[in-house]
């Protein structure tokens, strides 16, 4: 017979995102209300169509990594490993004082959308110019998006589960559930977790202007990303890495573990819609939602506040705000939402994983992060976004939805702790 399964807890985060390179600053600059959008400098963006991002300022790999580290890493693993070891850090884990058995039973699901799509720019050019001899031995493993959380194992020997789950913008939360269910199944009794992203270059920004995802709002970067406003016009590429330190609360309380919140449902789901574009209706977010609050066994009145996907885009926004209506009925207009990519800007494969700790943070702090940037009211977006200022309330329950291309959609579902 199959044993309940176990409850499963935060007790790490880590976030290297664009407005600040710890949790700490990055919770700080969202109550701040900060955007951080401004031109591109990572290289010339006069033959683009969009000229700014949300780029990690101030971040250098070497301050974190030794020098062979970052050689061998594109900058998508770089900013893996920098969360994840955050993360570790926080959770108050010394892994060179662990026995061997205690490291077999710690995994990494760490994933990413594109991965190192840096590097693969970088190699192509090189075989173009001079030939495939003159390709980088390193080029196929730094390329590929699971090779993230196999550098946070080696780094730490954690022998567990490690594999990435790669699924767009969904990426992060679909880690993150993961993770929990090899804890509650017993596969494991500590998991990192997380999504990291690394896409600000000639190809990433070229591809998402030849999709016309992007805003186009070049002399005013900073109000770019405005989520559920009137005059949005696309999402923010941003980069970042964001990370949670997940544990069994048993093995948590053994061993004395700060837990900043309980991770107690996930959701997933398909739109079998298109291969960009939202359904319309919010089908599949709904099912998604629906499914996280029945794995949590939470009610929807339950719930305090929702990190929405919210990107920014004219269709996006109301499918999911029509997804929201739709399973929380009028409990949708009483709870908070926010888009917290209104500041960050939209961190794809990491997008989910960051805002996890910024739905996290809420339940610590009583305290729902803002969507900035609003000025217009859009009649089809009129739910309780968090417009321009954080709002103090008491949040027990927060969800986080992540959502890709290709139809994924994902939700998961965080509880403040309780003993």
């Excluded at 506040?305 to 207009?333: C, I, Q, W």
Aim: aromatic residues 8%.
């Amino acid at each position: 017979m199959r044993k309940e399964p176990r409850r499963v807890v935060v007790t790490g985060m880590g976030a290297l995102t664009p407005i600040g390179l710890t949790v700490e600053d990055f919770w700080e600059a969202m109550m701040r209300g900060e955007s951080g959008a401004a031109p591109i400098t990572y290289f010339d963006t006069e033959a683009f169509a969009t000229r700014f991002g949300c780029e990690l300022k101030g971040f250098d790999p070497r301050h974190y990594l030794d020098r062979k580290e970052v050689r061998r890493m594109d900058p998508f693993s770089q900013y893996a490993l920098v969360a994840a070891q955050q993360a570790v850090a926080d959770a108050g884990i010394d892994p060179a004082a662990m026995t061997p058995e205690e490291k077999d039973r710690i995994g990494v699901v760490f994933g990413s959308g594109i991965g190192g799509i840096q590097v693969f720019h970088r190699q192509t050019a090189n075989y173009i110019e001079h030939g495939p001899r003159f390709l980088s031995p390193f080029f196929i493993p730094m390329l590929i998006p699971d090779i993230a959380p196999g550098h946070i194992s080696i780094k730490y020997g954690f022998r567990g589960p490690n594999y990435c789950v790669v699924s767009a913008c969904a990426t992060g939360n679909n880690n993150i559930g993961d993770a929990m269910m090899l804890i509650q199944r017993g596969l494991a009794d500590a998991m990192v977790c997380g999504g990291s992203e690394a896409a600000i270059s000639e190809l990433g920004v070229g591809g998402f202007n030849a999709m016309k995802a992007l805003s186009t709002r070049n002399e005013d970067p900073a109000r770019a990303s405005r989520p559920f406003d009137a005059t949005r016009d696309g999402f923010v590429l941003g980069e970042g890495a964001g990370a949670l330190y997940l544990e069994a609360l048993e093995v948590a309380q053994a061993r004395g573990a700060r837990i900043y919140a309980e991770v107690v449902g996930v959701g997933m789901s398909a739109d079998a819609h298109h291969v960009t574009a939202p359904d319309p209706e919010g089908r599949g977010a709904r099912l998604a939602m629906e499914a996280a609050l029945r794995d949590a066994g939470i009610a929807p009145e339950e719930v305090d506040y929702l990190n929405m996907h919210g990107t920014s885009t004219p269709l996006g926004d109301v499918a999911e705000t029509n997804a929201v209506k739709r399973v929380f009925g009028a409990h949708a207009y009483r709870m908070n939402v926010s888009s917290t990519k209104s500041m960050t800007g939209h961190l794809l494969g990491a997008a989910g994983a960051v805002e996890a700790v910024a739905a996290i943070l809420a339940t610590v702090h009583d305290r729902v992060p803002p969507t900035i940037n609003f000025e217009h009211p859009d009649p089809e977006c009129d739910l309780n976004y968090t417009f321009n200022e954080p709002q103090d309330r008491t949040v027990k329950v927060a969800l986080s939805n992540a959502f890709g291309f290709g139809g994924h959609n994902t939700c998961v579902v965080f509880r403040k702790y309780a003993a």
